[in-house]
């Protein structure tokens, strides 16, 4: 069954080496309607597996090319938003989520969503992603440290195995209002290891890896199963 359509342009801009990405204020209020909805809307999923958990995850204000500023929010109110989209009228969140561009000797990697995904099910992008949460209850915003956590998660590929270089774009899903970090992730394992890996304690969030020859690139940016952030990160 071919993944769910999607709009084809999603708007993106390049970011600085020295990105920043700062909390300037506390989560809002919400009109007591708009909070009895989310929570209507949040104990329907939990009632279906798999199990979500309701954390803290940074949502961007303003996004400029060095600099970005916003505030934590909750899972739960990201949730109601991508599922409901009129909600961004009142809720106005644009998540922020790190998206790494994983370059092997062979090749760089992609990964279909698992079909019973939340978000996006059934498209090819680059591994790892995933939204920028306070793991620890930490209030700072580290996005090394975020796309590595999600390396671990997702692939099995513990930290020593990588080089993380700076964010390179800024791209924004029309629908849903995610905003993908684009940064590049270097390893020396070849994709065999680290299909290896991701058999062995990846978290199931995909299921299949391929790798892209540089010289395929562009075949996979005319995909109609790739994401577009995906396919300006390629270009």
Known sequence: MPPEPIPAHWPSIPVLPGLTV???????????DIDRLIDAIWQA??????????????????????RIIGHWSEYRRVFAQMTHPELFRVLRLQPLAVN?????????????????????????????????ESRQGEDDVDLAREVLAEAEEELGLPPALLTVHRPFRAVRHPRTHVVDIGIRLITDLPFT???????????GEYDTLA?????????????ADVLPS???FLM
């Open 100 to 132: 790494g561009v994983l370059h092997t000797p062979d090749g760089i990697v992609m990964g279909r969503r698992e079909a019973a995904s939340t978000y996006l099910a059934g498209y090819w992008h680059t591994p790892p992603a995933g939204s920028v």
């Open 22 to 32: 700062e909390t300037v204020r506390g989560m809002p209020a919400l009109p007591p």
């Open 45 to 66: 999923r939990l009632a279906q597996p798999p199990r979500l958990f309701n954390g803290r995850v940074f949502s961007a204000d303003r996004i400029q090319a060095d």
């Open 193 to 203: 290891d680290i299909r290896r890996h991701w058999k062995q304690a990846g978290n």
């Open 211 to 223: 790798v892209v020859p540089h010289h395929q690139e562009a075949e996979w940016t005319a995909r």
């Open 230 to 232: 995906t396919r300006l």
